[in-house]
């Protein structure tokens, strides 16, 4: 869960390409571990972009639990297919704070916003000819800007709007009651 | 009040939402009619309902939460029958109506078919289901749209939730069409022209004299892939098919929507399908069309018939044409959808043979229990599961990197008549050789 008090988000990055869908998110085998449950959530994490084709770099390295990297830099139409909140749940577990794609599937960025998991911010340009996985890149959340430290280049993404409140105050739920519009 | 002419998704969302007229882009609280959930994202969704509302708390409404097991329903898998006996233990405590439990004569088989099936889809209501397939039911005049475990929680404990109201893409197909064609070579011919992002946020109608002309299956089949183009729902106006479909499957009362004529959309799409010729999505993407013919050299090691896609009795029934009186040169997995397909498949007769006579003399593999088998993969004991380098041809919806278990298989996803002529040939073959 995010929150508006920790304006900027660092760390590494992890470089994906277009239509990354959420079998290679999260592999449909594992959908038998449950969200909720805090031990399965970690296993989650730990499986994280296990489903992507050889030719990336490890997500995860092996006998680790949990990403080096805090942000995912990803192409067009990130997280189509199905609608399991598995996918933005095992990436938040993975360490993953924030996702900047030149597009997203519809379910999985509603997903990434209800359950506060992370931020899905979308980029105005392509950023792979920028980026490498393993480079370093901060987000300024308020600003609404990610910087690339190597080259000091800043980029404008597409402001969240109405969103980032709803993720920054942890999800639908958290949300929903700060605005009085559940009382639960 | 204005005089605001509407499509049949803004209709049903103004409706569910008491508001007069509603608008694309415009943000809603919309009220649901069915909540569907099954063994994968069910446990998940109780968990959130649980720690928000609290372990007493009650669901929104015990008639429309439904919950339908079947993704991980025939396998050794320790903890995907802990989640379905979860989905029991909840059911009972909540004294839901409709849980569909495996094991018991109550069990159907995948969501998809058995919502209608069970006359739980009605034409202007409103169901929000935890699969993003659940834009099936659009075949049915109903808005249905997928959604994740946390908003399917808020539903379950409110019966709202906060959407926003899709624009219109429209597709008019006219022409008559052959007998070759599917309704699968449709949609993936449109995913094809529009790309797998080409409705994202939108709503696809269908509509036009060959939609009219359509059966409810094959419309459904339609529906079930506008996610694979991204979009939030697909819909086809309720008629008297439609309409005939469900007085038959329940006594609950609906009232039918369907566009004004001069509703305003975002874009528009006409097809004549009398020219459409078979067609084939290769791997790794439902969007990456190609014809049939086109790809007669390609050589596959299994064909798969089973889905809420491809796994109706209509699509057996295609296989079955192809099958009879010949024999399969590949491994050929059967996978009815639900317990009422399967049991079609002992009854229906083509010339005389059942079905399942015609699947067992032309050699295909058992005809399996109904469940999402290896349409998604599952756990490594499910039937169908890939495990290495197969190329596979499916009736399935989804062609992913590593969707039916191994990241080494090939999946070309195509009609039932297409995969059971290339089930003959060991090659992918256009259904027209063996017509
Ligand atoms: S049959 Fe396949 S696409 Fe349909 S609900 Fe099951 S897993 Fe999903």
Same mark, same amino acid.
């Given at each position: 869960?995010?929150?508006?008090t ?5 760390g ?6 277009? @239509?990354?869908d959420?079998d290679?998110?999260?592999p449909?085998r ?9 031990a399965?959530?970690?296993q989650l994490g730990?499986?994280a ?7 990336y770099?490890a ?8 990403? @080096? ?13 199905s609608?399991r ?10 360490g ?9 599937a519809r379910?999985?960025?509603r997903?990434a916003v ?6 899905p911010?979308e980029?105005?340009?392509n ?6 996985t393993?480079?370093?890149?901060e987000?300024q959340?308020?600003?609404?800007k990610?910087r ?12 969240l ?5 709803v993720?920054?105050a942890?999800g639908?739920f958290a949300y929903a009651r700060?605005m009085?519009?559940i009382?639960? | 009040?204005?005089?605001?002419s ?5 209709k049903?969302?103004a409706?569910?939402a008491d508001?007069a007229?509603?608008?694309?882009g415009?943000?809603?609280w ?6 569907l959930?099954?063994d994968?994202c069910g ?7 649980q720690?928000?509302f ?5 669901v929104?409404?015990?008639?429309r939460?439904?919950?339908?097991p @079947?993704h991980?329903?025939?396998t050794?898998d320790?903890m995907?029958r802990?989640n ?5 233990t ?5 004294a839901?109506s409709y849980?569909?439990d495996?094991?018991?004569p109550n069990?159907?088989g995948?969501c998809h078919?058995a919502l ?6 009605r ?5 929000f289901g935890?699969d993003?397939?659940?834009?099936t039911?659009?075949?049915l005049g109903?808005?249905?749209t ?7 929680a808020?539903?379950m404990?409110?019966?709202k939730l906060l959407l926003k ?8 197909l006219d022409?008559?069409?052959? @007998? ?5 070579d ?8 529009i790309g797998v992002e080409g ?6 109608e269908?509509r036009?004299?060959?939609v009219?002309a359509?059966?409810i299956e094959?419309?459904?089949t339609i ?8 979009a ?5 106006a309720p008629?008297?098919?439609s309409?005939a479909?469900?007085r038959?499957?329940?006594?609950k009362t ?5 566009s004004?004529?001069d509703?305003t959309?975002a874009?528009?799409y006409?097809?004549?399908?009398a020219?459409?010729?078979p067609?084939?999505a290769?791997p790794?993407?439902?969007g990456?069309?190609?014809?049939a013919?086109?790809l007669e050299?390609i050589k ?21 044409v192809i099958?009879q009186?010949?024999?399969?040169s590949v491994?050929?997995f059967?996978v009815?959808a639900t317990?009422e ?5 002992e009854k229906?007769q ?11 003399k ?5 005809i ?6 290896a349409c998604?993969?599952?756990p490594?004991?499910?039937f169908g599961?890939t ?8 009736t399935?919806n ?11 298989t090939?999946?070309?996803?195509a009609?039932p008549?297409?995969a059971a ?7 992918i ?6 017509m």
């Amino acid at each position: 869960m995010q929150n508006d008090t920790t304006p900027i988000l660092a760390g590494k990055v992890y470089v994906l390409g277009d @239509d990354i869908d959420t079998d290679q998110i999260i592999p449909a085998r594992h959908l038998n571990l449950v969200p909720t449950i805090p031990a399965e959530y970690r296993q989650l994490g730990a499986l994280a972009l296990s489903g992507l084709p050889a030719e990336y770099p490890a997500f995860i390295k092996p006998g680790k639990k949990r990403a @080096d990297y805090k942000i995912v830099i990803a192409g067009r139409n990130f997280g189509c297919g199905s609608s399991r909140e598995h996918a933005p749940i095992a990436l938040a577990a993975s360490g993953i704070q924030a996702i900047v794609a030149e597009s997203y599937a519809r379910i999985f960025f509603r997903n990434a916003v209800a359950t506060g998991a992370l931020f899905p911010f979308e980029a105005e340009t392509n950023l792979r000819t920028v980026f490498q996985t393993g480079d370093e890149a901060e987000i300024q959340l308020e600003r609404e800007k990610l910087r690339h430290s190597k080259s000091g280049q800043v980029f404008k993404l597409k402001s969240l709007g109405a969103v980032r409140p709803v993720v920054a105050a942890g999800g639908l739920f958290a949300y929903a009651r700060k605005m009085g519009m559940i009382n639960h | 009040m204005y005089f605001l002419s509407m499509t049949i998704t803004e209709k049903i969302l103004a409706r569910a939402a008491d508001k007069a007229a509603v608008a694309p882009g415009e943000n809603i609280w919309v009220k649901a009619d069915i909540l569907l959930t099954h063994d994968i994202c069910g446990p998940g969704t109780i968990g959130i309902f649980q720690r928000e509302f609290g372990r007493q708390a009650k669901v929104w409404d015990r008639e429309r939460v439904v919950i339908i097991p @079947d993704h991980f329903i025939f396998t050794q898998d320790e903890m995907a029958r802990r989640n379905v006996e979860s989905l029991r233990t909840f059911a009972r405590e909540q004294a839901l109506s409709y849980f569909y439990d495996p094991g018991t004569p109550n069990y159907k088989g995948v969501c998809h078919v058995a919502l209608p099936q069970e006359g739980h889809v009605r034409p202007g209501e409103v169901i929000f289901g935890t699969d993003s397939h659940t834009c099936t039911h659009g075949a049915l005049g109903a808005f249905a749209t997928g959604i994740g475990n946390t908003d399917a929680a808020f539903v379950m404990g409110t019966g709202k939730l906060l959407l926003k109201a899709p624009p219109t893409l429209r597709f008019t197909l006219d022409g008559l069409k052959p @007998d070759y064609i599917m309704g699968k070579d449709i949609i993936l011919r449109i995913i094809g022209d529009i790309g797998v992002e080409g409705a994202n946020y939108c709503a696809m109608e269908f509509r036009g004299e060959a939609v009219a002309a359509l059966s409810i299956e094959e419309r459904m089949t339609i529906c079930n892939m506008a996610i694979e183009a991204g979009a939030k729902n697909g819909i086809i106006a309720p008629d008297e098919k439609s309409v005939a479909y469900v007085r038959a499957r329940t006594q609950k009362t609906f009232t039918p929507v369907t566009s004004d004529p001069d509703c305003t959309v975002a874009k528009d799409y006409a097809y004549n399908i009398a020219s459409f010729e078979p067609g084939v999505a290769k791997p790794h993407s439902p969007g990456a069309y190609a014809l049939a013919r086109e790809l007669e050299d390609i050589k596959i090691d299994r064909a798969y018939i089973g889905s809420c896609t491809g796994g109706k009795l209509a699509d057996f029934i295609a296989a079955a044409v192809i099958l009879q009186g010949k024999r399969v040169s590949v491994d050929t997995f059967l996978v009815p959808a639900t317990q009422e397909v399967a049991d079609g498949l002992e009854k229906e007769q083509i010339n005389g043979e059942t079905l399942a006579s015609i699947f067992h003399k032309a050699g295909c593999l058992d005809i399996a229990p109904p469940s999402c088998a290896a349409c998604l993969g599952g756990p490594p004991d499910t039937f169908g599961h890939t495990h290495g380098k197969e190329v596979v041809i499916s009736t399935t919806n989804r062609n992913f990197i590593g969707r039916m278990g191994s990241k080494a298989t090939q999946i070309y996803l195509a009609s039932p008549l297409t995969a059971a002529a290339s089930a003959l040939k060991g090659r992918i073959t256009d259904p027209r050789v063996f017509m």
